[in-house]
Each structure stands twice: as C-alpha cells, then as structure tokens.
C-alpha cells in the first residue's frame, strides 16, 4: 500500500517507480517521507483537537500531551508506516532535525519539530524554566517511540486496546509531571 501511495504521489505506474527513481535510495527516501507526512498529520489532527480556550498553561500541557498521544496513535493504527518513517534517513538529517539548523520545509513540518514547538511554547508560557528545556525533547521523544516500538513490535505488543492507553496515559503524565 505504501508504494502504491508514494507512485500514485509521483504520478508513475508500479512498473514506473522504480525507473522514476534514480535508485533504490531514492525510492526508499520517498516512501519515508510519506510515512513521516502521516505521521505528521495524525500528530496535528491531536493538537487541533486541543481547545483554543482556557488558560495559557492549560492549553500548553494539552499540547504536548496531543502530540505524544498521537504519536502513539500513528504507530497502532498503522504500524507498518511507523516502521518504516525512521528506517531510512540519513544521520546528517536526523542531527538537522534534532537542532533546528538547516530545517528545510519538509522537515519543519516533521514530528520532531512539533515537539520541540510544544515545548518551547511551554517555556514561553512559564510551566517549563529555560534550564531545565535541554535535553528534554530528545527524552520525550524517545519515550513515545519506545513506548510505540514495545506496542507494535514488542512485549506489550498483546495488551488490549484499554490497557495501551491505560500505559501510555501513565507514560504522558510522567512526562507532563517532569516539567516542573
């Protein structure tokens, strides 16, 4: 399905794609891309849900919530494009990503990116102090990805839905409680 979708994206049939591509790499590249655009979108879908009424801090933490809650969400719903979003991208990339420096379009639209905004917000609103933003990110993030890999692919992999939101609210609140 994935490949269908990034050919049906270029506009070049299944015998097309491969010639459409200068190479495999390439190839590989679009399709992570399309992973990662999804990913991205089911992301925002949760923080658009977050209402634009109420306190500024209130508003902040439900967004960083949204957004580790929708990570979650990609990775059960669609496993196979969560598996495959950070499988093939190239270290520089990742290390353009995780410091902000030389983020094109695409990559300011990238999960990642919503969570260091989310963040960020959370200090300008005064819930997160400077000194303690370093670092927290890359923790966050590597929260919600561990968390996704174990339900997909690992032991927690045969929970039942109610208890998969019963851990990952725990793991959510955990972070929200670190803030401080």
């Not at 790499?25 to 992301?43: G, K």
Request: glycine content about 8%; proline content about 4%.
């Amino acid at each position: 399905m994935v490949l269908r979708d990034v050919q049906r994206m270029a506009g070049v049939s299944n015998s097309a794609a491969y010639r459409h591509y200068s190479d495999r790499d390439a190839l590989l590249d679009a399709v992570t891309d399309y992973a990662i655009a999804r990913m991205t979108d089911a992301m925002a879908a949760r923080l658009n849900a977050v209402p634009a009424r109420g306190p500024r801090t209130k508003r902040a933490l439900g967004r960083l919530r949204a957004t580790g809650q929708g990570y979650v969400d990609f990775a059960l719903a669609e496993p196979g494009l969560f598996r495959t979003a950070f499988a093939h991208k190239e270290p520089d990339r990742h290390s353009r990503l995780t410091s902000g420096d030389g983020a094109d379009d695409a990559e300011a639209h990238h999960p990642f990116q919503i969570l260091i905004r989310c963040l960020d917000d959370l200090v300008a609103v005064g819930v997160l102090s400077p000194d303690r933003r370093d670092g927290l990110d890359e923790a966050a993030w590597a929260a919600v990805h561990g968390l996704s890999t174990l339900f997909i692919d690992g032991p927690l992999s045969a929970a039942d839905p109610v208890r998969k939101q019963l851990i990952t609210d725990r793991l959510l609140d955990g972070i929200s409680g670190s803030l401080r």
